[in-house]
T-cell receptor
Framework: NAGVTQTPKFQVLKTGQSMTLQCAQD?????MSWYRQDPGMGLRLIHY???????DQGEVPNGYNVSRSTTEDFPLRLLSAAPSQTSVYFC????????????FGPGTRLLVL | GENVEQHPSTLSVQEGDSAVIKCTYS??????FPWYKQELGKRPQLIID?????GEKKDQRIAVTLNKTAKHFSLHITETQPEDSAVYFC??????????FGAGTTVTVRA
């Protein structure tokens, strides 16, 4: 199993550009989430999904869109990048049920100029 | 929403000593409290977790305690080693998958 994979590893954008951060998992996990990590602020939940076709907003959803057309994939779209979206983005997944571990992907470092 | 506060933000300990990190949460409905370790440039990894029906859980040199009445929980690392140096995050959740994280504690173990 590759686990949770993310692409790209690093990206530079100009203000106003759009892009999609890819996340995939091969563990047949029902739950998938996107977090952003900023210095001194821990990880903050952007969007999450409890299954294919079901998504919901987290703590900081503004400026981001998600979709979950398959169990495996959970892409995060930046509609019009802003410098405030410079961050490290982590995708995570876990199977349903109590006591299950949430696995994080390796992260995508995004710089918006 | 849930608000998790974590203290201290940095912690330096001598190798072999114990380290304690404390977190408080605001929502009494939270019932799942995981701890993650993140090494520099790496992804967070779960090291231990506890549920609200348990007061303490131990796994080798790490332990977590939970006080639901006071709404706080703590991570204890005993006999610290250089490989324990990392950033540690606490989190709280009502439903296992929607986690609210603390700001993190940078632990440095001095040889």
């Amino acid at each position: 199993n590759a686990g949770v994979t993310q692409t790209p590893k690093f990206q530079v954008l100009k203000t106003g550009q759009s892009m999609t951060l890819q996340c995939a998992q091969d563990m047949n996990h029902e739950y998938m989430s996107w977090y952003r990590q900023d210095p001194g602020m821990g990880l903050r939940l952007i969007h999450y999904s409890v299954g294919a076709g079901i998504t919901d907003q987290g703590e900081v959803p503004n400026g981001y869109n998600v979709s979950r057309s398959t169990t495996e994939d959970f892409p995060l779209r930046l509609l019009s990048a802003a410098p405030s979206q410079t961050s490290v983005y982590f995708c995570a997944s876990r199977t349903a049920g109590r006591g299950e571990t949430q696995y994080f992907g390796p992260g995508t470092r995004l710089l918006v100029l | 929403g849930e608000n998790v506060e974590q203290h201290p933000s940095t912690l330096s300990v001598q190798e072999g000593d114990s380290a304690v990190i404390k977190c408080t949460y605001s929502d009494s409905a939270s019932n799942y409290f995981p701890w993650y370790k993140q090494e520099l440039g790496k992804r967070p990894q779960l090291i231990i977790d506890i549920r609200s029906n348990v007061g303490e859980k131990k796994d080798q040199r790490i332990a977590v305690t939970l006080n639901k009445t006071a709404k706080h929980f703590s991570l204890h690392i005993t006999e610290t080693q250089p490989e324990d140096s990392a950033v540690y995050f606490c989190a709280a959740s009502m439903n296992d998958y929607k986690l609210s994280f603390g700001a993190g504690t940078t632990v440095t173990v001095r040889a």
